[in-house]
């Protein structure tokens, strides 16, 4: 019997640097300084070089981060697409933003982004290089990105995520020296009060310690993902079931009919997957307002299904899950066809 492929195993990522990240932690025991130390500070400033921007902030999470910069930024009204997760919402919300959801594009873009529009690159699917984008942006599935200039983008260190902590972690990267100040001044990072609206939001020196050795090895992972993201391409493409557009592959996403049946079919050869989101937001209760009719959020949702795809997923393990995959396509193609049956 097959071994099975689990949609993420961070073990296979952490085994090569475990000593590494081992001794990062060992040096905060040692200074027994956990918070607002030499380790956060370094992070900091390495993820600002690393993103291409002059300062970063850190924080609890990446809810947080969007959180902060909102309030940081001012933002009155966001409107955001109504198939992303309900943390970018609750975010922005609570820095007094009014959320309001949009329907996309056929593709599952804001498209194109409006003034006042949060985009989200989704996967890590990025926006074309000509486009120009809001002030803000939710960049938590795109590490790896290059914000460039006037952009203020927020980024989660979940576990999961390309570059993740051993706890939950954020940042907001800007080239606004101001902005970094008012931002940093909202995290409340000490005991006095600085802002009427700050909130107690701070990453961790250990979560810190962990990143920065991991930053070192983002760039080859992120060759690892995008090799593994070629090769579904060759395979599932020519099938139409890929997403188009440059991508930085944090997850590789499908567009299928009959979702739960292929499901199944890939559980049942012990293949995990995801839906990343099962329900849009217009579906939810929640702090936003929705405006117009979401046909395209639904069909997005209704369809889509999230494929391993991680540093140390073996071609041989990615090859199985497109010969699932393609059986699943075909099996629904031939039935189809079937005649109806009528006669003797």
């Known amino acids: 019997m097959s071994s099975s492929i689990p949609f993420c195993d961070l073990a296979r990522a952490h085994a090569p640097i475990r000593v590494d990240m081992e001794k990062a932690i060992a040096r905060c025991l040692e200074r027994s300084w956990y918070l607002r130390g030499p380790e956060t500070e370094a992070f900091e400033e390495e993820w600002a070089a690393y993103c291409g921007q002059s300062y970063a902030v850190s924080c609890n ?13 001012e933002l009155k009204q966001a409107r955001i697409p109504a198939i992303t997760l309900p943390l970018t919402a609750i975010g922005l919300h609570r820095a007094g933003t009014q959320v309001v959801l949009a329907d996309v594009d056929e593709e599952g873009n804001l498209q194109p982004p409006p003034a006042n529009g949060v985009p989200v690159l989704f996967f890590g699917r990025l926006p074309a290089a000509d486009q120009p984008l809001p002030r803000l942006v939710d960049a938590a599935h795109a590490h790896g990105w290059r914000p460039g200039a006037g952009v203020t ?33 909202l995290c409340g990072r000490d005991d006095q009060l600085r802002d009427r609206r700050q909130i107690t939001s701070r990453m961790d020196e250990i979560q810190a310690a962990v990143l920065r050795v991991k930053l070192r090895h983002l760039d080859g992972w992120l060759q690892q993902r995008a090799e593994s993201g070629a090769h579904y391409d060759r395979r599932l493409g020519p099938a139409g079931l890929t997403l188009q557009g440059p991508s930085l592959h944090h997850l ?10 292929l499901r199944a079919r890939l559980a049942a050869q012990g293949i995990e997957t995801k839906v990343h989101w099962e329900t849009p937001l217009h579906r939810q209760p929640g702090p936003w307002q929705a405006e117009g ?5 639904d069909r997005w949702s209704a369809s889509i299904v999230s494929l ?20 699943h396509q075909a099996g629904s ?12």
């Not at 983008?153 to 972690?169: E, V």
């Not at 391993?308 to 393609?326: D, F, M, T």
């Not at 193609?333 to 003797?344: C, D, I, K, T």
């Open 153 to 185: 983008a927020a980024w989660s260190f979940y576990p999961t995520k390309t570059l993740g902590g051993l706890g939950d972690g954020g940042a907001v990267t800007t080239d606004d020296e101001e902005l970094a100040r008012t931002m940093r001044d």
């Open 333 to 344: 193609l031939n039935r189809l066809q079937e005649p109806s049956g009528h006669g003797a």
């Open 252 to 261: 590789y996403v499908i567009r299928v009919a009959h979702r739960n049946g």
């Open 61 to 73: 999470s990446g809810t947080d981060a969007l959180t902060i910069a909102a309030a940081a930024l």
């Open 308 to 327: 391993p795809c991680y540093p140390g997923l073996r071609p041989e393990e990615i090859e199985r899950v497109c010969e699932a995959v393609l059986e």
């Open 293 to 297: 009719a979401f046909s395209n959020a």
